[in-house]
């Protein structure tokens, strides 16, 4: 038998910042404050006063989407069990995250 592959490890976050601030020749603490600012200006963005949606230009884009309560049902016909009844529980109103990648994010891959 051969011998398996060892899986590659995403890199961390400090490996991440490193590369960036090589790359670029800014300090760790300018990426880090870049990061900081790019994470207020998402979190701002998909609050429920902003616009519901964020784009990375050239990578992804980031949408809120609010999900309605859906009411509990009793006596609802179990679909693993035929001729059974089940209830359902209520479930309350949420917000849901999409990630989407945009079309050279998946060109790069």
Same mark, same amino acid.
Request: cysteine-free; proline content about 9%.
């Given at each position: @038998? ?14 991440? @910042? ?55 049902? *009793? ?10 009844? @089940? ?6 109103? @949420?917000? *849901? ?5 945009? *079309? ?6």
């Amino acid at each position: @038998m051969a011998k398996a592959a060892k899986a590659k490890k995403p890199p961390t976050k400090t490996e991440i @910042m490193t590369a960036i601030a090589d790359s670029t020749g800014l300090s760790k603490k300018d990426v880090a404050a870049v990061f900081e600012a790019l994470a207020a200006e998402i979190k701002k963005n998909l609050s429920s006063r902003g616009a519901g949606s964020f784009a990375i230009p050239g990578l992804l884009k980031i949408e809120r989407k609010k999900i309605p309560a859906r009411p509990a049902k *009793k006596g609802v016909p179990n679909p693993f069990k035929p001729g059974e009844l @089940m209830d359902v529980a209520a479930r309350p109103a @949420m917000n *849901k995250i999409k990630v989407r990648p945009l *079309k050279s994010l998946k060109d790069m891959v």
